[in-house]
């Protein structure tokens, strides 16, 4: 354990909140944790255990479960943030108050502000320019992080020294962490890779094969690189854990909730029918909304993502969608990249 830090909290006791904070507790930190649904509370209160979004595990007796928001936050250095991106303002307004004036936040959430087209640091630094802001992102399904399996993420700040202190208090034997200060890449990244895996699991659902899903996941990542590089982030970013890593793992496994939705959808089912069944939110479905308008605002191509958009806010056919990406104009492969980024331009025009 790091020497300046005594205990930490975390906001949001979801799969992915209840999991950081097991494994911090697990490291021997006392973990305060403000959890939303009463029931929620009661089960890890009374039984250790987060029946409704974690079942199975048992965890940490360091976790410290609370309904009120100024038990968890206001004693605390370092403060992990891990609820939905559309109550994401909202619980920060009711943290702010309570909030040390020297505290670190560490955002887990991977999405993009409907109203305001923000990422999430974007939405903190807006309500509060005095907190340090870190983002959390990489490959990480919350049961196989409880099960111990090798995993590793990028933590992204806006300097070195305070992504080394996330880096050092959330590094285990077993979870591996990588610094970067590419912190708007870090968060596009693991926001946009949601939309592309509805995408993945819609071919899936149709039936398309491997090869589909190949091109899929591959051109996925030339939007999502066009996008980032346009908005100032470093495409080599986008090859790294939070990009290419991230993208990879929610296009193909079975625990992702978003290629789930978008499997379902590719097998004809509504996206109110498929919503309804799942307690848990799959991010991607409101940040496909997000990145369109970003995509329109910026005059970034994102053909993709707007598919994606078209499907669920639009009733289009999946299968018409899958054909008209087929069917556009034809491309250089490297006219992914934004024509301002010099260093790449001389490839892409055969020089």
Not at 68 to 93: F, G, I, N, T
């Amino acid at each position: 354990m790091t020497e300046y830090l005594e205990s930490v909290a975390v906001v949001g006791a979801g799969s992915w909140g209840t999991t950081l904070a097991h494994l911090l507790g697990d490291k021997g930190y006392p973990v305060d944790l403000w959890v939303y649904e009463k029931e929620v509370f009661e089960a890890i209160r009374d039984n250790r255990e987060n029946r409704i979004y974690l079942p199975g595990f048992a965890l940490s007796g360091n976790i410290r479960p609370h309904l009120d928001m100024k038990a968890v936050v206001s004693e605390h250095r370092l403060v992990v943030m891990v609820v939905p991106s559309h109550v994401y303002r909202q619980v920060a307004l009711q943290m702010l108050p309570h909030l040390r004036r020297d505290a670190i936040l560490v955002t887990a959430t991977k999405g993009i502000e409907n109203e305001t087209l923000l990422t999430m640091s974007q939405v903190w630094n807006e309500l509060s320019e005095a907190t340090r802001v870190v983002s959390l992102a990489g490959p990480s399904f919350a049961p196989e992080v409880m099960r111990k399996v090798p995993t590793a993420v990028t933590v992204a700040a806006d300097d070195l020294d305070t992504a080394r202190e996330a880096q050092r208090v959330f590094h285990t034997s077993y979870f591996r962490v990588y610094t970067s200060v590419d912190k708007i890449g870090v968060e596009l990244a693991g926001a946009l890779k949601n939309v592309i895996a509805l995408a993945a699991g819609v071919c899936d659902g149709l039936g398309c094969g491997h090869n589909t899903r190949a091109a899929l996941i591959t051109r996925g990542l030339a939007e999502i690189t066009r996008l980032g590089v346009r908005m100032g982030a470093h495409p080599f970013t986008f090859a790294g854990l939070s990009g290419i890593g991230d993208l990879l793992l929610t296009c193909t496994g079975d625990l992702s909730r978003n290629r789930t939705v978008g499997y379902k959808l590719g097998q004809g089912r509504k996206l109110e029918e498929v919503l309804g069944d799942m307690r848990m939110v799959a991010e991607g479905v409101k940040t496909a909304r997000s990145v369109y308008h970003l995509a329109k605002r910026l005059n970034v191509e994102m053909p993709i993502s707007e598919q994606v958009y078209r499907v669920l806010y639009e009733g289009k056919d999946p299968r018409r969608a899958v054909q008209e990406l087929m069917e556009r104009d034809l491309k250089h492969e490297l006219e992914m990249y934004d024509e301002n980024a010099p260093i790449l331009n001389g490839y892409a025009h055969g020089r």
